[in-house]
């Protein structure tokens, strides 16, 4: 998962992107898909930021290229937040629906 600081260009996000594919692809790694789940409210604020663009990255690598993909997003500018999991078999890093229904009030 991937959070970039939504005055960042478009542009730049491809540029992020690629950098990280690079990585994985030198260290032997196999580059998966970009879901891009677009610009999304955050759930606290980071930074004074309330939204960001959110992209999940899917991808397999060795111990040393995804050490070395987290120092790079850790100082490249833009990038608020990242975070690498193991993928569970079966999950889809699609974007999750919308809610139809608006936020039930709490009543006192």
Not at 18 to 44: C, F, H, N, S
């Amino acid at each position: 998962m991937l959070l970039i600081e939504p005055e960042v260009a478009e542009e730049r996000h491809g540029e992020i992107i690629d950098r990280i594919k690079d990585i994985v692809e030198k260290g032997d790694g196999t580059w998966g898909q970009v879901e891009p789940w677009g610009k999304r409210r955050l759930a606290y604020e980071i930074g004074h930021q309330t939204e960001a663009f959110y992209f999940v990255i899917t991808f397999e690598s060795s111990a040393e290229a995804l050490a070395e993909t987290q120092r790079v997003l850790a100082i490249t500018d833009g990038v608020m937040r990242f975070m690498a999991v193991n993928r569970v078999a079966g999950s889809s890093p699609a974007k999750p629906e919308e809610s139809a229904h608006p936020p039930v009030e709490a009543t006192a």
